[in-house]
């Protein structure tokens, strides 16, 4: 059984990707999540090959955890979950903290399926994000207890998102049912959301009651 910690939030952004507020800080995130009294603080900024300020955030997150803080902080990425069944991420940074997620859609239920499994079976990858089907189709029962036991054997985690309220209510039945390891992750982009659960209070309590 594993219940979810409102104390822990294993996705956050900060001000090194292009679309949030410049005033998102490491510094800033950290600060705030100490005034709500977070034990963990993952920052998972969004990355892709190409990306090259990685070695300035690292460090930024270093330097945050050498000024002393009662939080584990994490430094982590979001990758995209790529058509190939890879993730989009520089292999120098496998070994970090990695949420792989979908950030674009398929319209194809087996492409969709090909590529999750395959990012499932990665070894560095930690964590699917934002886990939902498209409009266009969604899984059946069978193919999501198919899909947990894949997760399990792989030891992977399924983020409970509050900024897309996902996984469904059904996927997060099954994923229960079958015992996957689930946390929290606010997919904060500005500070107020940062361990803000609020969006999903209804499957936090399915999970833990
Ligand atoms: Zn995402
Ligand atoms: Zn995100």
New binding site residues.
């Given amino acids: 059984m594993h219940l979810l910690d409102l104390k822990k939030d294993y996705?956050v952004?900060s001000n090194y990707n292009d679309h949030s507020p410049q005033d998102l800080s490491v510094e800033r995130v950290t600060r705030y999540a100490e005034t709500i009294n977070l034990d963990t603080l993952a920052f998972?900024e969004?990355v892709r090959k190409t990306s090259d300020w990685i070695p300035k955030y690292l460090d930024d997150i270093d330097r945050i955890i050498s000024l002393g803080t009662k939080m584990t902080i994490i430094a982590g990425f979001?990758a995209k979950i790529l058509k190939d069944g890879t993730v989009d991420v520089p292999p120098e940074y496998e070994g970090h903290f990695l949420?792989a997620?979908f950030h674009t859609k398929y319209y194809n239920k087996q492409d969709w399926l090909f590529s999750l499994k395959s990012a499932i079976s990665l070894p560095y990858v930690n964590v699917i994000?934002h886990l939902a089907p498209e409009e266009s189709f969604d899984l059946s029962d069978e193919e999501l207890v198919e899909l947990s036991q894949l997760l399990k054997s792989n030891n992977k985690t399924i983020e409970v998102n509050a900024?897309y309220r996902r996984p469904p209510m059904k996927w997060l039945q099954i994923f229960k049912e079958n015992n996957i390891n689930l946390h929290l992750g606010s997919?904060a982009h500005s500070l107020t959301e940062v361990g803000n659960f609020n969006s999903i209070t209804s499957l936090i309590e399915y999970i833990n009651n």
């Fill in positions: 996705h952004h998972t969004h979001e949420i997620s994000g900024k997919d």
